[in-house]
């Protein structure tokens, strides 16, 4: 084995260290030892510890990693890690949030690992997986050596079982290796070409006929979804047991990656899978998270519901991290206002039924309302609802109609706390919206609904449009922003940042308007377009004409 070394990282604690949040973890499985020569690996999450550990995706895969006995696995956060060892082979990211490249940067820079993949030699392997990712990982090719795409149940076995085959080949050997490997994305092995400098992406073609030209991500269809392996108070969600109810959504909003990217919709059993795992966890804590894109759609989602009211759950404090609006029931709200919640959250996208067609969202208004007060029925003291301005086709009409619903709401439901949470429509990858830019008015329009919303008394929170539109960048961005990222990370990672190095590459990449607000044409090559997701193209095109036919 390797002997472990301490990185140039301000990390102050690792395992076995007083005051160390590792020494703070009940671990829900049992970490295997590693064999005489198993391959050394960091598996690294671009944040602090108490950030990566509440990812179930993190957690998840990390227990994957080290309950094999032919790997040797250390963790590492911007903040602590564990012991790491001085030769890693390999060195992996699960990325959750597009701004954390800035992190991850830091890291490789920390253990002395170029930033840039091809200048790496006898480097580990540095690979990624998680769903900024698996969205887009063009805007981040050049500081990875392999992306995994798509899920971890088909993929994590599959690369480390590759990876051995070539494991004292030459880089260049390995890495056409695992290129070979369904869902695996070597970036390096791909020739992108522009029509110009400044232009539109012309060509994406692999380096040579071995290489697969489209890479398909990779989709587990079993119903055994994730569950929590570590609880500990350090983590942001103190002591929570955290459990995949459901994965992806059936409703398919126009705009939703988690929807899209993620089909089909899949459910946990819940009787072989589901309720085993809860009574396990909840053996090391009483505070329990079912987790979903759309919980409450679970076709036995009611026989769940009544397992938790039994008896001897009693004392455990439930949450759950979404909510079907025309799913709040009288019996919802009373279950988790016995086990300690006090609000709920639902996404209503707009008070327009115009806008919430052209998206999809098969939702009415008195829907919306008999929500709320079957929340306040059921004993909660508040409800929180999500909306979005800048919707293709969204009018100024729309948000007077959104207005009418908070006011509406207010007064059906007297004495319920009401909360409107509001972002701006950012494009995303393999969703029919995709091709759309960001409405350059959204920002006055979160400006109208806070004046308007505030004075009566409605509690209104903005996502910051500036960041939005960031985040549109990176999610439409293509690998020419490798180097514009490094710039912004150099000038601060500020704001004014991201526009001192466009200046500064001004003619080498496309201007922010043609990233971010323009609309694209459907016959444009998307930086994606060689990595398939779950639905073809041609599907996301039929999905966006219905929108278009609605927003006429």
């Avoid at 439901?413 to 972002?423: A, F, Y």
Wanted: negative net charge; proline residues 6%; aromatic residues 8%.
């Amino acid at each position: 084995m390797s002997s472990p070394i301490e990185p140039r990282i301000p990390l102050p604690s690792g395992r076995g260290v007083v005051n160390s949040p590792f020494s703070s973890e009940r671990l829900l499985f049992t970490p295997a030892t590693p064999q005489a020569d198993a391959i050394p690996l960091i598996f690294a999450f671009p944040n602090e510890y108490s950030v990566g550990i509440t990812s179930l995706g993190y957690q998840v895969v990390w227990a994957t990693l080290a309950a094999r006995s032919d790997l040797e696995v250390a963790r590492l956060f911007t903040d602590v890690h564990e012991s790491l060892p001085s030769e890693p082979e390999l060195l992996g990211f699960s990325m959750s949030w597009e701004l954390d490249y800035v992190n991850i940067l830091g890291l490789l820079e920390s253990l002395d690992i170029p930033i840039w993949s091809r200048e790496r030699s006898d480097h580990p392997i540095v690979f990624g997986g998680g769903p900024v990712l698996t969205a887009n990982p063009e805007p981040y090719a050049d500081f990875f050596d392999v992306f995994l795409l798509g899920d971890g149940e088909i993929l994590l076995d599959a690369f480390i079982n590759a990876y051995q085959e070539v494991r004292h080949a030459d880089r260049q050997t390995q890495l056409k290796h695992l290129a070979q490997v369904p869902g695996i994305y070597v970036p390096s092995l791909y020739e992108v070409t522009y029509k110009s400098p400044n232009g539109a992406i012309a060509e994406i073609k692999p380096i040579d006929s071995s290489i697969p030209a489209q890479v398909q991500k990779q989709t587990y269809r079993g119903n055994t979804l994730s569950a929590s392996t570590v609880v500990t108070e350090k983590a942001a969600w103190e002591n929570i047991f955290m459990v995949e109810v459901v994965r992806s959504c059936p409703e398919m909003c126009r705009f939703c990656l988690a929807s899209y990217l993620t089909l089909p919709f899949r459910v946990a059993d819940v009787e072989a899978s589901l309720i085993p795992a809860i009574e396990q966890g909840l053996k090391f804590t009483d505070r329990l998270g079912l987790l979903g894109a759309s919980v409450t759609q679970h076709p036995e989602f009611e026989s769940l519901l009544d397992h938790l009211n039994q008896p001897q759950f009693d004392q455990v404090r439930l949450s759950l991290s979404s909510v079907r609006t025309n799913t709040v029931t009288e019996k919802l709200t009373q279950t988790l206002v016995k086990h300690d919640a006090r609000s709920i959250t639902i996404a209503v996208e707009s008070g327009s039924d115009r806008v919430r067609q052209i998206v999809n969202k098969k939702l009415t208004s008195d829907e919306i309302v008999q929500a709320a007060i079957n929340a306040k029925a059921g004993g909660l003291s508040a409800l929180k609802l999500y909306g979005m301005v800048g919707i293709p086709g969204e009018e100024s009409g729309d948000l007077d109609q959104t207005v009418a619903m908070m006011r509406s709401l207010k007064k059906a439901v007297p004495g319920l706390k009401l909360t409107l949470g509001c972002s701006t429509f950012v494009p995303k990858s393999h969703t029919p919206f995709q091709w759309f830019g960001v409405n350059p008015q959204s920002e006055k329009r979160l400006q109208f609904l806070q004046k308007q919303l505030r004075s009566q008394g409605i509690d209104f929170r903005p996502e910051s449009y500036n960041w939005s539109v960031i985040q549109a960048l990176l999610s439409r961005g293509d690998r020419r922003l490798s180097k514009f990222l490094e710039l912004v990370r150099n000038y601060g990672d500020s704001l004014g940042s991201y526009r001192r190095a466009f200046k500064e590459l001004k003619g080498q990449l496309p201007d922010m308007n043609d990233y971010v607000f323009d609309r694209w044409e459907l016959d444009r090559v998307l930086p994606w377009s060689h990595l398939q997701g779950a639905i073809p193209q041609t599907t996301l095109e039929k999905h966006l004409a219905s929108s278009l036919a609605i927003a006429a």
